[in-house]
């Protein structure tokens, strides 16, 4: 498996790569408090854009409601553990199956009718908030007024209970973004991830040669929410808090989305380096604004609809692509 | 009596319907013309219903005889977005169109926010409390105004694009991109003309709906779904079909907001949306294409 992993990459890029995870796996030692929050922010949605590029940069299918299976996973895993007190690795499980489920929902009332492109992104947009809606009144959940748990003793880091330091959550995110990274290449070095590349390029060319389209599409819209479900899990335990109004916001899905079009849909490392820049230059922002003692809500966000536009216009491939010719190691665009 | 009630609420909600289809009006001629769905809708129309407030407050201007100099302006935004943005990214993939809008849309929200905080407001009308009494129903002026002058605009749009020269070369542009600039029309103008004209549809539409509703910066997503959602059901593309949406989606609110929680109602509109996309995709006035 090895081998097919690593088969056609430059030996440059192995020791690039093997460098960076040193880095990432030493990085908590020598970062404070309020850095390791910043970084696991940037990991939660590096996490979770890597998920969605799945969908988008593989199968060509646009999620603007990815906040949807982060939510529910969050609302899963979080309400049998306070309820029946269950192991959120046991309630991942059930996470993972109801975001699966909503995600084969919402892809069998889309492609059913080969409803693509637009509308679909609308369908997204529009289940993502009717499910907001819901929560708001599920008294399961405890509706608008949120679901808190019961708050993390950072005496010792319980593993199977999701309970600990920061730096717990830290390492887990670090460890799903090496899997998602090793998944998603090998997926598309698989029949399917080929498949998955015909359809985004052109799907009537893949269905004429073919390709159960219905079928492909369906598979990663349904991988892609299993994935993000971990995210959601993630999420409900290291906050301890949950509003429907937060994880299921429109917003919260824009957030998931802008890291990997800012580092390049559909690369492998699009979504890791946009996460990334954008954490970056958003925290220098907030630091410049603080320096100039301009307290402006909403200035953070105008901000992140400026780089937005700006990348969509000037690098619509995003930043990966284009670093990677210069460091010459050129992921070849699939 | 017990019906009366039934009745009052499915008036208002088809009256407040009609406004809404008047927005998705403006959304729909967008689509349908230059094939970009303009993801700031809601939120252009929250930069009108501010205008109308401030202009309200500072002036005492009524709102729906505002809506013709915000409609202006609207249009002058649209067009020049347009121009401007717009008219280079019409052969750019569908998602980099969606991008471009959703990032115009997060910046509108938080300009708002900045200039007039995050706090509700609304005008308070002389005829704020009046009502018409027809028999058992009784029906507040606003929303009898406000539905009143989106039919006369959604009229005046309706006869601009059947009966003049270049409602009629828009509606070319639309039919077939190629064949418009073969027969030489200027379409990347006639394409700001149209979105300039559905900037002013949700301009006007604001104005109108700021009557019955208050304003804050962050509805504007909200309303941009409900126009998608409005387009979606009524037809892509279908003038008339887009008004009936929106008469249908103001009745299942203001029904459902009346059986079960207000809070909840616009659960209700989205699930239109899915049993819409279960049994009839091409909307109610739509015609199946595939």
């Known amino acids: 498996m090895i081998a097919r992993l690593t088969a056609d990459v430059p030996r ?26 910043v970084l696991i922010l940037i990991l939660f949605f590096s996490y979770a854009g890597l998920a969605w590029n799945i969908m988008m940069g593989f199968a060509g299918q646009l999620s603007l409601g990815h906040a949807l299976y982060v939510g529910l996973g969050a609302y899963t895993a979080a309400a049998l553990y306070v309820h029946f007190g ?43 908030e009717f499910a907001r809606v819901g929560f708001d009144h599920l008294s399961w959940t405890s509706g608008s007024a949120g679901l808190f748990l019961p708050v993390a003793q950072y005496a010792h880091n319980d593993l199977w209970h999701l309970r600990g330091h920061p730096v717990m959550f830290y390492y887990l995110l670090l460890v799903a973004i090496v899997l998602a990274i090793i998944a998603s290449r090998l997926l598309l070095q698989s029949r ?57 916001n429109i917003s919260q899905s824009i957030l998931i989305i ?9 690369t492998l490392f699009g979504p890791l380096l946009g996460a990334f820049l954008l954490e970056f230059v958003a925290e220098g922002l907030r630091t410049l604004l603080e320096w100039l003692n301009i307290d402006l809500p909403g200035s953070n966000q105008i901000f992140f609809g400026l780089v937005l536009l700006l990348v969509v216009i000037a690098m619509p491939e995003g930043v990966w692509p284009w670093l990677a010719r210069r460091l010459g190691l050129s992921e070849r665009k699939r | 009596m017990q019906l009366d009630i039934y009745l009052n609420v499915a008036v208002g909600g088809i009256l407040t319907g009609l406004v809404y289809g008047l927005m998705a009006l403006g959304l729909s001629v967008i689509f349908g013309v230059v094939r970009v769905v303009n993801f700031a809708h809601g939120e252009m129309m929250t930069m009108a219903m501010y205008a109308a407030v401030t202009l309200f407050a500072a002036f005492h201007l009524d709102p729906l005889v505002m809506m013709i100099p915000i409609a202006v302006v609207m249009f002058a935004l649209g067009y020049l977005l347009q121009v401007g943005l717009i008219n280079s990214f019409i052969t750019r ?15 509108i929200v938080n300009a708002l926010l900045i200039a007039f905080g995050p706090d509700a407001q609304n005008v308070q009308v002389a005829y704020a409390f009046d009502s018409f009494q027809v028999g058992p129903l009784i029906v507040d002026a606003t929303k009898v105004y406000a539905a009143v002058a989106a039919i006369v605009v959604a009229a005046a749009l309706f006869a601009f694009f059947r009966y003049t020269a270049v409602g009629t070369a828009i509606r070319a542009c639309a039919d077939n991109y190629t064949g418009a600039l073969v027969v030489g029309l200027d379409v990347h103008r006639l394409y700001a003309l149209t979105f300039g004209l559905g900037c ?20 504007g997503p909200a309303y941009t779904l409900l126009a998608f959602v409005i387009v979606i059901t009524g037809g892509m593309g279908s003038m008339p079909g887009a008004l009936l949406g ?22 209700f509109a989205f699930a239109i949306l899915v049993v819409m996309l279960l049994f009839r995709p091409q909307g109610i006035m739509g015609k199946r294409t595939t």
Not at chain 1, 89 to 107: E, Q, S
Not at chain 1, 216 to 232: C, D, E, N, P, R
Request: net charge negative; aromatic share 14%; with cysteine.
């Open chain 1, 12 to 37: 440059r890029s192995l020791l690039l790569l093997a460098a960076l995870l040193l880095i990432f796996l030493l990085l908590p030692i020598f970062v404070g408090d309020y850095l390791l929050t």
């Open chain 1, 86 to 128: 269950i192991s959120p690795w046991l309630g991942l499980l059930a996470a993972v199956l109801i975001a699966a489920l909503a995600g084969a929902f919402l892809g069998f009332l889309a492609f059913r009718f080969r409803i693509g492109g637009v509308y679909f992104a609308i369908l997204t947009i529009a289940v993502a």
């Open chain 1, 192 to 248: 399917i991830g080929y498949f998955w590349l015909a359809i985004r390029e052109d799907e009537e060319a893949a269905r004429s040669a073919g390709i159960d389209t219905f079928h492909y599409k369906m598979l990663a819209v349904v991988i892609s929410a299993g994935m993000t479900a971990f995210a959601g899990v993630i999420f409900a335990f290291y906050y301890n808090n949950l509003f429907p109004e937060q994880v299921f």
């Open chain 1, 258 to 266: 802008l890291g990997p079009i800012i580092g390049g849909v559909g």
């Open chain 2, 93 to 107: 993939p569908e998602h980099s169109q969606f991008l471009l809008l959703i990032a115009v849309a997060i910046i």
């Open chain 2, 200 to 219: 002013a549809c949700v301009g006007a539409a604001g104005c109108m709906l700021l009557l019955l509703f208050d304003v804050t910066p962050a509805v």
């Open chain 2, 246 to 267: 929106g008469m249908l989606v103001g009745f299942t609110e203001a029904i459902s907001g009346l059986l079960f929680t207000p809070s909840a109602k616009s659960m």
